[in-house]
C-alpha cells in the first residue's frame, strides 16, 4: 500500500466517452452526432454514448429500445473489444512511462500520485503536459481533476467533463463540494439518493452537516463514510497498478490422467469459480494462462491477452482454446491449472455488447445465488453432467468450438 500524505497532490484522468470516442477515432465522420456503443438488437443495452445522445436523456446501462425512443437518430454501434483494449493498454503505457506511481481504476479511468513532484516540476504544470502527451499519442481526449485525495479529483473530474480539467486547492475540498447535489458523491447511488432526497438533503453542504451519530444510525458503516465523504475526507491510498494481484487455481489428480472429458469438466468447474470471484470483486482480467503438469514432472504454460472481461463465456471458450494448443504430447497429466492477471476494476458486461438485457439479469442473478448459498451450487452442465452423449461432444475440444 501507498504510503498516505495529509498534503497529497491526487491525479484523476478519465477518458472522454471512451468506447465513443475510439469509435470517432476509427471513422472521423461519426464526430459530432448522437452516438451510442452498445447492443445491436432491441433488447441489447448501451455500453456508453456521446454527449450529444445524452442530451436527450441516453446514457450507459439504458436498455436499446427505451435510448432510440428518446433519440430517433441516436445511431448505435456494436462494440469493438479489441479496439478499446489497445487503446486502453496505450494510454496505460503512457501513463506508466512517464510516472513513478499509477492506479488503473477502469478501462478508461487513472489514478496518479503527484506528492512530491511541486518541488521539481510543478504538479499541475506536468499534470497538463501529461494529459497533452497522453492525447498526443493516442488520438482521445480526456478530462482530469487535480486535488488532495482521491475523492475531490474524481468528483472534480465529472465536474470538468468533457475535455476539460479542474485543480482543487488544499483545504478548499469541503468548499468545492458544498454546492453540488448529493448524487454527485460517489458511493450515493440512486436508493440511497431517494432516501436523502426525501430527508430533504439535496446538496452535499446539508449532508455534511447531518450529525454522525444520525448517518451512523441511519445507515450503519456506510453512513460513517458518507458522513466522511461529504466533508471532503477521503485516506483512500494509491493501489500501484503492478500490484494489481492475480487470481487462478490449480487441481492435481489424485491419479494422472489422459480423460479428455474428465480435464475439460475440471477447466470449466475451475474457470467458472474464478470467474465468479472476479465478479464478486468487480473486476476484469486482460490475460488469461493455462498450466498442464505431465506424469514426469514437465510443466508448461500458455498465455495469452484478451479483451478485457469477466464472463464465464467469454472466458471459458478462451481456456479451451489455449488448453487445446497447449495439450499436444498425449501424455498422463498430473496437474492442470488457469490463472488470471492484468487485472483491473469494472462491471463485466460493459465489454460484451452484443448482451441482452436478459443475459445480463442472468449474470446476476447466478451469481446473487451463488454469494447466497456458495459458488459450487450452480455450475454449467459441461462441468457436472458425465453421460456419454456429453462425452462424444468434448471430444471434439482440439477442434474450434463453441459455447
Do not use: W
Not at 7 to 31: A, G, P, Q, T
Not at 183 to 199: F, I, Q
Amino acid at each position: 500500500m501507498a504510503f498516505i500524505n495529509s498534503n497529497r497532490n491526487i491525479v484523476h484522468f478519465d477518458l472522454d466517452s471512451f468506447f465513443v470516442s475510439v469509435e470517432c477515432l476509427k471513422n472521423n465522420k461519426l464526430k459530432g452526432r448522437p452516438l451510442a456503443v452498445g447492443g445491436s438488437s432491441d433488447r441489447g443495452v448501451i455500453a456508453s454514448c456521446s454527449y450529444e445522445a445524452r442530451k436527450y436523456g441516453v446514457y450507459s446501462a439504458m436498455p436499446v429500445k427505451l435510448s432510440k425512443r428518446l433519440c430517433p437518430d441516436l445511431l448505435i454501434i456494436k462494440g469493438d473489444s479489441d479496439s478499446y483494449s489497445k487503446y486502453s493498454r496505450l494510454v496505460t503505457e503512457v501513463i506508466a512511462g512517464s510516472v513513478p506511481m499509477f492506479e488503473k481504476s477502469s478501462i478508461d479511468e487513472f489514478y496518479i500520485d503527484m506528492t512530491g513532484m511541486e518541488k521539481f516540476f510543478g504538479c499541475a504544470a506536468y499534470t497538463r503536459d501529461l494529459r497533452k502527451k497522453i492525447e498526443k499519442e493516442s488520438g482521445l481526449n480526456i478530462s482530469y481533476g487535480l486535488a488532495s485525495n482521491k475523492l475531490i479529483s474524481k468528483v472534480a473530474t465529472d465536474e470538468a467533463k468533457p475535455h476539460g480539467q479542474l485543480e482543487i486547492p488544499f483545504g478548499s475540498e469541503k468548499s468545492f463540494l458544498a454546492p453540488l447535489p448529493v448524487e454527485k458523491l460517489p458511493m450515493v447511488g440512486p436508493k440511497t439518493g431517494a432516501l436523502l432526497k426525501r430527508m430533504g438533503v439535496e446538496t452535499v453542504n446539508i449532508l455534511s452537516q447531518i450529525p454522525l451519530d444520525m448517518m451512523t444510525n441511519l445507515m450503519g458503516k456506510n453512513g460513517i463514510e458518507l458522513h466522511r465523504r461529504a466533508n471532503g475526507i477521503d485516506e483512500t491510498p494509491i493501489v500501484p497498478f503492478h500490484e494489481q494481484k492475480s487470481i487462478g487455481t490449480e487441481q492435481t489428480f489424485e491419479s494422472d490422467t489422459i480423460d479428455i472429458y474428465f480435464m475439460f469438466k475440471e477447466l470449466v468447474r475451475m474457470t467458472e469459480g474464478i470467474a465468479f470471484d472476479l465478479r464478486s470483486q468487480n473486476k476484469l482480467t486482460g490475460c488469461i494462462t493455462v498450466k498442464i503438469r505431465y506424469s514426469d514432472f514437465q510443466t508448461f504454460t500458455k498465455q495469452e491477452s484478451i479483451n478485457y472481461t469477466a464472463a464465464d463465456h467469454v472466458l471459458l471458450r478462451k481456456v479451451k482454446e489455449l488448453f487445446s494448443k497447449l495439450y499436444n504430447r498425449r501424455q498422463l497429466i498430473r496437474l492442470i491449472g488457469v490463472r488470471f492477471t492484468d487485472l483491473i476494476p469494472g462491471n463485466y458486461q460493459i465489454n460484451l455488447f452484443d448482451d441482452t438485457q436478459e443475459l445480463i439479469r442472468l449474470y446476476q442473478a447466478i451469481d446473487s445465488v451463488k454469494s447466497q448459498y456458495g459458488e459450487p451450487l450452480l455450475i454449467r452442465a459441461s462441468g457436472f453432467d458425465k453421460n456419454e452423449k456429453l462425452r462424444r461432444k468434448t471430444d471434439k475440444i482440439f477442434k474450434p468450438f463453441k459455447l
